[in-house]
């Protein structure tokens, strides 16, 4: 596609509900990031694929956060047992191998309300 | 711990103005700057990369590199309302993920 997609756009949901957050990557771009910006801050990395291969997890909160990128493409971040504190836009990003400094180019973002 | 600094702002200007923003940051293997944009309710918008101590210039907009002083800048010449957003500074140490700021809001009057 022409841009980083992701859906939904909007998430609400309740307290120990599990959610599942989708990212479909510029075409081509072989590397895919997570992030989570919460208001008035800058994002703030979650984890990182370069293909099928999840490069690093080191930001995911804990263990009720993990992602899978199967084939190298659509991501899925998926939240267990959600609290309220997991409410915050997260987003995703892309790069492609081409981009010498590893310009990565953000989508719209879900926005996840924990209730 | 890899920290990224701005300062909040709202930093005001007027239109035609030159809008100065800063950032500093305490990784010194970092390697590659980004400036991106942020308008409310929207996602980041890359607009400047840096990787070389010194200037780079596109159009309206300088970025400036210092390693020595771990001091990354970005001017907007002839300011304009349309520029009025969040700024975030964002660094990277290697291929791989970006360190980002808190933002400087930057508002510029008609």
């Known amino acids: 596609g022409a841009g980083v997609s992701q859906s939904p756009r909007y998430k609400v949901t309740k307290r120990g509900q599990d959610v599942a957050l989708r990212c479909d990557p510029i075409s081509g771009h072989v590397s895919l990031y997570w992030y989570r910006q919460a208001l008035g801050q800058g994002p703030e990395f979650l984890t990182y694929f370069n293909y099928e291969a999840q490069q690093d997890k080191s930001g995911l909160p804990n263990d009720r956060f993990s992602a899978e990128r199967p084939e190298g493409s659509i991501s899925t971040l998926t939240i267990q047992r959600t609290e309220q504190r997991d409410s915050a836009m997260y987003r995703c990003?892309?790069?492609?191998?081409?981009?010498?400094?590893?310009?990565?180019?953000f989508g719209p973002g879900t926005r996840l309300t924990v209730l | 711990q890899k920290e990224v600094e701005q300062n909040s702002g709202p930093l005001s200007v007027p239109e035609g103005a030159i809008a100065s923003l800063n950032c500093t940051y305490s990784d010194r293997g970092s390697q590659s700057f980004f400036w991106y944009r942020q308008y409310s309710g929207k996602s980041p918008e890359l607009i400047m990369f840096i990787y070389s101590n010194g200037d780079k210039e596109d159009g309206r907009f300088t970025a400036q590199l210092n390693k020595a002083s771990q001091y990354v800048s970005l001017l907007i010449r002839d300011s304009q309302p349309s520029d009025s957003a969040t700024y975030l500074c964002?660094?990277?140490?290697?291929?791989?993920?970006?360190?980002f700021g808190k933002g400087t809001m930057l508002l510029v009057s008609p």
């Open positions: 964002a660094v990277n140490a290697g291929y791989s993920t970006l360190t």
């Open positions: 990003a892309s790069s492609h191998p081409d981009l010498s400094y590893n310009e990565q180019f």
